[in-house]
């Protein structure tokens, strides 16, 4: 069985540290799914994804650090079509992962109850910011989906 579920968070002007965990636990329950892997996709290229303990100074710190590792990078002006930032923003995401996969049993994530999942926002521009959460569950558990097919994406 395959759910799939759209998260949004806004985003300030700047770099900035976005908690996602809130949103993925929700889709796993509104998939009443038991078993499998909860995939968390950032759909813009200056956004990476973590799994992070939940200390706001160490999620902080390695947002500085990386961009500590990117400051001599210029700020090269680009016009995209997606809009985004200069090339170190998305060296910086891609540097982070754009993507997680997380395992889960029990309708429950299997990471340490001290882990976040974590947005890395490196977009100088203040924004929404889509994020795509697609469980792959090992069952169908009776009632998922309200009795509908799930559309195939």
Not at 53 to 79: A, C, M, W
Not at 82 to 97: I, N, Q
Not at 111 to 129: C, M, N, Q, T
């Amino acid at each position: 069985m395959f759910y799939s579920h759209k998260a949004y968070l806004n985003a300030p002007e700047g770099s900035a540290v976005l908690v996602l965990t809130h949103d993925v636990k929700r889709a796993l329950s509104d998939s009443k799914a038991s078993k499998g892997h909860v995939h968390i996709t950032s759909t813009s290229g200056t956004t990476g994804i973590k799994l992070i303990e939940n200390d706001s100074h160490l999620q902080k710190g390695y947002l500085t650090r990386i961009e500590k590792t990117f400051l001599d990078q210029p700020d090269n002006i680009v016009t995209r079509r997606s809009g985004t930032g200069p090339d170190k923003y998305h060296h910086m995401a891609v540097s982070c992962g754009l993507t997680l996969t997380l395992p889960f049993e029990n309708g429950r994530l299997l990471s340490s109850p001290f882990h976040e999942v974590v947005a890395l926002d490196f977009e100088p521009k203040a924004g929404r910011r889509e994020f795509i959460i697609t469980i792959a569950a090992d069952d169908a558990p009776a009632g998922a989906g309200r009795g509908q097919p799930m559309p195939r994406m």
